[in-house]
């Protein structure tokens, strides 16, 4: 292939890195040409490289090549070894005792995982395969779209950028909002009028470029798209003058996004946009190509952008105090100071918003040309407004800045933080010093290096296979954004007293995250993981409990009404993984309070349930109770385990022991679902959960729980209910009510357009029905998800659903808050998973072998599992390399799956 010629160059120049080195047996090359992957793995006797990529450039302006070392204990990015000297220097280093370490190789070709993503992934409404066989029986009961958004971010960087046109929720976009059915257009514009071309339905435009966006969710309130950019032709003094700064919108041409940067055509007006991202910086570069000293060039910067356009979801700016300053040291301009952000939309007008720090920097050739709205003849040193100051002023405030007429190429850097201006200038300055093209390709390096912890190794030179690789890395990607690492961005005192310091946001859907995605962080990727537990933690200790939602606000207890006690769940995913990430006394101390000084917590101490309007919380507190129990256990903390054992059984009080189901009497709710997505929850005692169907017969009870699972998942039955496209204005006709209540009463499995029963696919294995798991996870990844924009079939929820998709296709599945994995499909013959150990990375590979859809017999590193279709914890996060070998067939073995996970 073409590209053996740049591996062969690669190749000869790493060698000549190790001059004699390899001759005196310090360094030992295996050289793995694969014409897809081009890999080549070097072990040298080393533990000091950190994870690197080469800065080689290449006329792609991505590097040749990259280096890694997946075993060393920390990760970080491409701020490693920049030089072949340094490079030369870490490996000669070496260590005394000859403990190996691998440097993977990696070229970014098109099978390179940044290469395969593609960012557009679930941005709007649902188009996916038509559902057959099971998955048409499924009720999708909530939007049918996916809700996210193309703009660049680093993995779980603090900000992120994106074309704003004021849709739901990301602000990217054409969606009107909608809670269920496929969502209409959220502009309304006239065909025939040119000048409503913007605005036609389903017509992708943009009002600028905003800061700060959740990814894949419903209506959480906080929809933040700060500070937005609005690029523009024509002169900064006439759009002054035209009174309408406001009203400019363009439509979106010639969309392309890739991991860490987005560009597009401002059809209307010419303009080639594209941003980029740091960690806390913005990159902004608009070219003008139709730009003429007469029609002239402007940016207009809203320094009140806040929310979205349609009502109930506009955020008022609740202040500002921003200067616009020549800097004399670069001799460009500098916009600085604090915007008052506004709470959650809907809050009370006492709730707190938060003080966000902003410095920005504008290139050569920009110049301020004043505030508007004009008429308000604000000073651009001394913009100084509160609420009531921005509201007479019709809510939008900003600054006009005009592109000289020599600049065809205007760009903008803008850096923010929640600790002080000068820490985002900090920032600023490494971000500009660096520039655009090679934040860009730093941003793509560091997307390369995380996405490639999950390696598939299948042959995908046929258009399928290469389809089903560029929807996993891309379902991955969009799992791999939230919650997002603000550790080194806030005051040092919302760590608490903790000496391990984290801090994250937008745990937007912390009801499917904990049971995928944070799990996902803490086992595979683990420095953020690391993260999620110190954050959590610290947020404990903050707040006075743990979240059941936090985005970037005050307003931390407004999701307490739909779970409780999932972040317990999560810390001891942490526990079973072995993480020295948290104090571990801290922990179990803070985790408690949940069962001692909540209202909730304290009624199900008290009564073993809670009210019957949240009666789900019973489940949630009985496995945070375990999860409590078992951080007790690992401290030997004997009388704490034993109470919180027994709280741990009260999940049973959620149950009807005459019906073998969740509670259906009047007065029980049900969050987004009914008693029937609820009723196989994954509960510590899966085992007396099931014996419930018949409490004398364990053989019975399975074959009862099993026929009530294989009912709720479309076995036999016929209950096709959808919804229509549904208008965001006003309240739906009756027929659509009553579309919906058929759907909801049909009891049917939600097919992860929602989150209520996403792990109970896996609950069948307790009822040693692994043939079932295995076709029911087929029919989602068949009919649930597919490539491209329409790729999702409900919002990705923060990433709960793409993670979901992630864990499916690897082949097994944690349960959130127990230390087991359940054994699922395979979507790949072979894989390699980058697992975190007590003592740094270890490599589990994953091959599916032989034809068929069943497994008929799976081993450990070549010890057979003997009928268990599940593993510990401990199996697969133990020190050195493990291979899971699952050996394929066309029909269910009896065999596979025999032995049940455990219960506790």
Known sequence: PPTMGSFASALTMLLMLVPGMVSQGQVSVHVRVLTKLHTLTLSAPDETWLHFSSRVASTTGHPRFLLRCPQCPQM?????????????QDLARGRADGTPHTLVMTLPNATSPAASVDPFWACERTNVPQPSGIAANWYWPKALTGNTHPGPSLPHGFVSVTAYSGAYPSGYGINSPSSSGEPASVLEGNYTVSKDYSQVPYQYSTTGFAHFQPSGTGSIGNYMNYYRVMPMAGNASAFLKSGEPFGFRSTLVGERAVPGKYKAILAEHGIVAEVTATASVALHRYSYPQKTSSTGGTMAIELTAAGLIMPDHEQPMRGLNVSVTHDSQSGRWMVRGVLKTPPPAGSAADVDGLDLFVACILGAGLTPEGTWPPSANIPLDAINLDADAIASLGGHVGVAVNVESQVSVAELSVAFSLRSVADAEKALADADTAGFDAVANAAWNEWDATLGRIAVLDDASAVPALRERNLFYSVLFHALRKPTDASQFVPDEWFGDSAKKGYAFDFGTMWDQYKTTLPLLVSVFPDMGETVLRALLSLSARFGEFPTGYTMDMAYTRFDGQANGLAHHTIADGLFRNSTAVDWQQALGLMQTTFTNSTEGIQFVGTGATERAHITHTLDLAGAAFATASVADSLNNAAVSAKMMNLSRNWVNAYDSTTCLTKNESGYQYY?????????????????????????????????????????FGYGRETAVQLPITPSQGSAPGWVKALGSLGYGTHTFEGLCNEPDMETPYTYAYARRADRVQEVLTAVKAYSYAPGRGGLVGNDDSGGEAAWFVWASIGIFPIAGQPVYIIGSPSFASMQVQLATSTGDKTLTINRVGAGAYIQSGALDNVDLGGRAWLWVRELHGTGDSTLTLMMGPMPSPSWGSKPPPSF
């Open 76 to 88: 970080v990015g491409v701020a490693g070894r920049s030089t072949w000297a340094e490079l030369h």
């Open 672 to 712: 987004e679902g009914t008693y029937m997505n609820y009723a196989f929850r994954a509960v510590p005692s899966m085992a007396d959960r099931i014996a419930l169907c018949n409490v004398t017969d364990k053989d019975a009870a399975e074959i009862r729980f099993v026929e009530f699972l294989d009912s709720f």
